[in-house]
């Protein structure tokens, strides 16, 4: 099993930057695929990014792409969200998963068994 802790949310303007990092426990995080979701209130969690075990794939959500960037560094057991140009529509709760897997990481919640306690993102205009 893998613990996971997110960390780096907070209120910044729009057009700023912010970047969110993903801490796990366990001695095997470099088994494991990594996604990062959000979720508004009032709405479903969507899909953000997620990244490979190895870090050589990554996914990205139409609405982010360009400006949101998913790494992880598997030494210090940590993945990243680069937020660039953050839009108030950005506002959430930002939440990262873990799955075990050995292929593409899924851009589906419900696929990701382990997750963190979220934190909160909030992009004023």
């Known amino acids: 099993q893998v613990q996971l802790v997110e960390s780096g949310g907070g209120l910044v303007q729009a057009g700023g930057s912010l970047r969110l990092s993903c801490a796990a426990s366990?001695?095997?995080?470099?088994?494991?695929?990594v996604g990062w979701f959000c979720q508004a209130p009032g709405k479903e969690r969507e899909f953000v990014a997620a990244i490979s075990r190895g870090g050589g794939y990554t996914d990205y959500a139409d609405s982010v792409k360009g400006r949101f960037t998913i790494s992880r560094d598997n030494a210090k057991n940590t993945v990243y969200l680069q937020m660039n140009s953050v839009k108030p529509e950005d506002t959430a709760v930002y939440y990262c998963?873990?799955?075990?897997?050995?292929?593409?990481?899924?851009?589906?919640?419900?696929?990701?068994?382990?997750w963190g306690q979220g934190t909160q993102v909030t992009v004023s205009s």
């Open positions: 366990g001695p095997t995080f470099n088994t494991y695929a």
């Open positions: 998963a873990a799955v075990s897997s050995l292929g593409v990481p899924p851009p589906f919640p419900n696929e990701y068994p382990y």
